[in-house]
C-alpha cells in the first residue's frame, strides 16, 4: 500500500515536471517590435477577405472576399463602403482583384469574370467558356484590355481585347491548388492542394515544372523574395529560403517563432530586407534583416481572426486582410521607435 502511494506520488511529479515543460515550450522569446506600424480598420462583414487592390489614384481602392463581398476606398484604405453588384451567384467568392491604371479585373468563384474601364464605377459579367479548365483564381491586369489569369487547377490564360478572348499559355492542369502566387517579372509559384508538391511556371515554358517538397511537412504557401528566390512556408510554422547556388537547394529550415507554429499563412517583403509573416489566431511577425532574426507585433494579437494575406503596394503602403472583414492598414515603420 505504501509503495503503491509512493508510485502515485512520483507519477504525480512528473507529471507536474512536464506540464511545466510544455508550458516553458509554448511560451514565445521572441522579441516585439518597436512600433506598432498597422492600424486596424473595421469593416462591416463577416466575410473572409482575399485580395485587395488600388487603380491608377493611389486613394481609390478595392477589396473583395468571400460572400460577393466587394468594398470600395476613396481616401488610401482609411474608410470603406460596401459596394452590391447585381450577379447570379450573390454568395460567389471573389478571390483576386487588379487594376492598371483605370481598368479592373475581378476574377472568383464559381467561374465569375468582372471587369470595369471607368475605374469601378461600372461593372461588366464576361461570360467564360465552360470549357475553362477549372474556376478563375487570381488575375493581373497588364495593360489596356490586357490581363493574366490563372485557375485553381493551375491554367493560366491571357487577354488582350477586354476579356472577349482567351489565349490558353499554359491549359494542361497539375491538379487543385491550395494557392498560388506571381513574382514581378511574370513567374509563378503554385502549392498543390493537400501541400504534397509544388510547380513553378516561368514565362515562355508549355508546362509547369513540378517539385516534391523537401520534408515530412506538408507545404502551406510560396512565393518570391525580393531578389527572385522562393519561401517557403510549411506546417508548424517552419519557414525555408532557396539557395540559388544548388539546383533545387533549400537553406536551413527555421521556426521564428514556436509559440506560432500552429498556424503562418502569408510572407511578404515591404523592402528588400524588412519581411513580415501573417497567420493564424493574430499571429503577425517581422524581419528587419531578411529574415535572419524576427520580432512579434504583439499590439495585433488581441485581433479575433486569422490573417491570411499580407500586400505591399510600395514601402509606404501595405495591407494585412483575412477572416470575418479583418482588415489591416500599414502605417508607419516598424524601424521607428
Not at 6 to 26: D, F, G, M
Not at 38 to 58: C, H, K, M, R, Y
Not at 153 to 171: H, L
Amino acid at each position: 500500500m505504501v509503495c503503491s502511494k509512493t508510485i502515485v506520488r512520483v507519477w504525480q511529479r512528473i507529471v507536474i515536471l512536464l506540464s511545466a515543460a510544455l508550458i516553458c515550450a509554448s511560451c514565445s522569446t521572441i522579441g516585439s517590435v518597436s512600433y506598432n506600424p498597422w492600424q486596424v480598420i473595421s469593416l462591416p462583414t463577416e466575410a473572409n477577405l482575399q485580395d485587395i487592390a488600388f487603380a491608377g489614384n493611389a486613394q481609390h481602392g478595392w477589396v473583395v472576399g468571400s460572400e460577393a463581398t466587394l468594398f470600395e476606398t476613396v481616401d488610401g484604405g482609411s474608410n470603406w463602403k460596401p459596394i452590391a453588384l447585381d450577379i447570379d451567384e450573390p454568395r460567389s467568392r471573389f478571390s483576386s482583384v487588379s487594376f492598371s491604371g483605370s481598368e479592373g479585373w475581378i476574377v472568383g468563384q464559381p467561374s465569375v469574370l468582372l471587369h470595369t474601364d471607368d475605374e469601378g464605377k461600372s461593372w461588366t459579367r464576361i461570360a467564360l467558356s465552360s470549357q475553362l479548365p477549372g474556376s478563375p483564381s487570381t488575375i493581373v491586369a497588364s495593360g489596356p484590355n490586357s490581363a493574366e489569369m490563372t485557375t485553381d487547377v493551375g491554367a493560366i490564360y491571357r487577354t488582350s481585347d477586354g476579356g472577349k478572348n482567351w489565349k490558353a499559355v499554359v491549359q494542361d492542369s497539375f491538379g487543385v491548388v491550395r494557392n498560388i502566387n506571381r513574382s514581378e517579372d511574370g513567374q509563378y509559384v503554385a502549392v498543390s492542394s493537400k501541400g504534397n508538391f509544388y510547380s513553378v511556371w516561368k514565362p515562355g515554358q508549355n508546362t509547369w515544372e513540378p517539385h516534391n517538397r523537401n520534408s515530412s511537412r506538408r507545404l502551406q504557401n510560396m512565393g518570391f523574395t525580393k531578389d527572385g528566390r522562393l519561401w517557403m512556408i510549411a506546417r508548424g510554422g517552419q519557414i525555408q529560403f532557396s539557395d540559388p547556388s544548388e539546383a533545387e537547394g533549400w537553406g536551413k529550415p527555421f521556426f521564428p517563432d514556436r509559440k506560432a507554429s500552429w498556424g503562418l499563412l502569408d510572407m511578404a517583403y515591404r523592402t528588400d530586407n524588412e519581411v513580415w509573416v501573417a497567420g493564424g489566431g493574430g499571429n503577425l511577425l517581422c524581419s528587419l534583416d531578411g529574415g535572419k532574426t524576427w520580432q512579434k507585433d504583439r499590439e495585433v494579437e488581441d485581433v479575433p481572426a486569422n490573417f491570411y494575406r499580407i500586400v505591399f503596394m510600395g514601402p509606404a503602403r501595405g495591407f494585412i486582410i483575412g477572416a470575418n472583414g479583418t482588415l489591416l492598414k500599414y502605417q508607419g515603420s516598424a524601424q521607428a521607435a
